[in-house]
């Protein structure tokens, strides 16, 4: 999928000429590497552990390595989880090309609807009052 700002929503197109920093606290960035290498220019990576609460230590961080990176076209990519624990400081990341790369479930086989009918069917057992 293609990367959203994370406050306009815009779609951001990453591309050979751009610097990309990668903000990521999950426990597998292999995919989201694997796609900058193949797309981006060059990037960086400043991984954090694994559910990281983000302080605002942290953002300053962010913010000082991206202002090292000298390049023209930047920009900041973290994924969808780590947005959702970034977006407390609004106010401190306005003005920032902070961009966020959509996570895509893949099932191998396409096992997917067999998936989402295993779920829709806890779903509803749920909220019938089984457990």
């Known amino acids: 999928g293609t990367p959203y700002h994370i406050s306009h929503r815009r779609p951001g197109y990453i591309t050979q000429s751009m610097e990309v920093l990668l903000v990521t606290g999950i426990a597998n960035p292999g995919p989201l590497k694997a796609m900058l290498h193949e ?8 991984a ?3 559910h ?3 302080s605002i230590d942290d953002l300053r961080d962010i913010q000082k390595r991206f202002a090292a990176i000298s390049a023209r076209e930047k ?5 969808e989880k780590d947005a959702v624990r970034l977006v407390k400081f ?3 990341l306005e003005g920032l090309p902070l961009y966020v790369a959509p996570i895509e479930t893949v ?4 096992e997917g609807k067999q998936f989402n009918e295993i779920i ?12």
């Open 107 to 110: 099932f191998l086989f396409e």
């Open 75 to 79: 920009i900041i990519l973290t994924t």
């Open 90 to 92: 609004e106010n401190q």
């Open 48 to 50: 954090y552990r694994d």
């Open 52 to 54: 990281q609460v983000f």
């Open 39 to 46: 797309r981006a220019g060059t990037y960086y990576e400043m």
């Open 120 to 131: 829709a069917t806890f779903i509803s057992n749920f909220h019938n009052g089984a457990s």
